[in-house]
């Protein structure tokens, strides 16, 4: 008998028919014997209806507030799955985040949960209840409601996965499982039986929308096993653990983000400082910066280019406009383009990676502006219109190839 | 400075705009100086619909979960009134039921309130902020939210009123104030300014749908001075405390219930015991009793009637019947009737009531079913068809007069 989390997302319960598969997918695992405790996310359009009806009384609605109103959605779903698998002949328990033992710092809207206090789970897991969990909220210590924020249902899963020390956390998704490539623009991406959690969190960053960087992060910190699956079709999804078994591939995935600004100083004179300057700044207000790259330009100047998300495209370019003049840059260039990636352990020793990519782009007659790399993954910009044929190159040059 | 609770109902708060009504109202009573606690239920529909949702996946839901999924109504009305007075420039911040420290015990959907603990409402009072409390919930000993039934906000805020002593407990609604009979039905109603709790329980009990008797039950106890006012116009309402102003009127009002059965034992043995037999059936059923006549009829044998409110109806006959072989009954009657009741303090040491009210529904030509009466009401059952006659000639009898 095995302890098993899973974690269903606003559309897996969107209405009683979807609740009651959810609760079907659910009664199925705790009739093999398994201990079960169950994540959901409020109900489809749920929270974005809460958050019109805030917006229509106070667009700039105090934080703690819009959690108190926000953290219903979720109260609604676990009472309404509780009912369907009773329905079914089931025990069950739905638990809000402060039942479940929750405890969070106090950053409403973005909270990040400290604890969890797994009394209470396992007080009703003991009992032989399936425990339907509130996703997405906790308490802080003053006893107010808090939210997580973005990926927030994951995270929970994998907090009470990791507290409980369960056996797996599943997520439920609208996808089978972790791709080679998004399959929507690359028909023949393939799904990964496993994965490792770097190979994962680079995927995640790089744009693939199938779990938040937070919950796989929080896995591997606690080496809990994840499996990405579907919630609509019964089959096994993608494993995520800390060595995945060797596949023949190298690579693991190609990604790509279509969100992406460049953002050149050229001509800047050549003297130490310079690039301290520059992103102290940016870092003071808080813009998050990834990929680098200085070059030397003409006539003893250097240029400075960086990448940030297009979200904070606006912040980014205002401060690099007040550093004009003191840094005497005689221009600054701004672009939005496309972060292509491929992700895959092993390929620091495998120098052909890179070359197999840029030959691929090559080929494709895309051409390619900046590179960066880490042990696991090659990125680079290019240009926007060329992103989906690129991706197809890359992704059929080393995955269907 | 005084410390007031008031209290909104569904349709005060059913969309932004009486949210802002309610949030101005409020704001209004703060900024003379005085502490708030504002109780608010679940905005217009919000109940039903959660119900219905309810329904469509379990008719049978479990009553815990039914809890868990009709607190979430209240908590978003206090999310979005305290946005909303915060958006007027006032501090203001919302608690849950459990928040706000309502223990009660565990008969979900129908809990009694055995505590408020009152320390975080009095700390955030303190902190100057107004104090919106969700009503109609609470939480018991295992931690479970529990929903407190029909009145329950109502009593919510008066058991704030009690247990942090204010000054006054306002119950704003969809009328004016409690008045001597119901003004749609009876033009020359005139609003009371003042009615004593034991008055105002007996209006409640027969019809009135003012407020719920709970809420006036616990003011009584905890003398918790109470005004009913309107949540649309502002004018004084009726204030309902211990003991009311003497007014030149014996007559606090004259009230109506349609929704009454008189089931009646006709032709039963003249032995002992039989009334015993019977109410005992019906209380073990939790059936409750209102008025009991027992009358001799022919040839040695007795009549036993009884009024039941019509929602009970079914469940009381099936006592009835159950018993009608061994008690011997030779038939038994059950009709649909109306109860009319005029209340007022003092009326028993006025004698020429009872006799008032008979005169004015003889010349009404209104036949009197049964009578009943007490300390400070006299009521009779009457036919359904003739009971809006019947209201009026009584109330121009006594009131208009």
New interface residues.
Partial sequence: MSLIVQKFGGSSVRD?QR??NVARRVTKTYAKGNSVVVVVSAQGDTTDD?IE??R???P???K???D??L???E??S???L???I??LGYPA??L?GW?AGFVTDSSHGNSRIRRVETE?IENELDKGNIVIVAGFQGLNRY???TTLGRGGSDTSAVAIAAACRADLCQIFTDVEGVYTADPRLVPEARKLAEISYDEMLELATLGAQVLHNRSVEMAKKYNVPLEVLSSLVEKPGTVIKEVAKMEKMLIKGVARDNHVTRISLIGLEDVPGIAFRIFSALAARKINIDIILQSVGRDNTKDISFTVSDSQREDAVAVVEELKQTLRAKNIACDGVTKLSVVGAGMESNPGVAAMMFEALSEAGVNIQMIATSEIKISVLIDREESDRALRAVHSAFVAG
């Fill in positions: 009683a609740v009651m809460l009806k805030a229509e009384i106070n700039k609605a105090n703690r507030e819009m108190v109103l953290s219903s959605g109260q609604i676990i009472a309404l509780a009912m369907a009773e329905g328990k739905s809000t039942q209470r006893d107010d409601i």
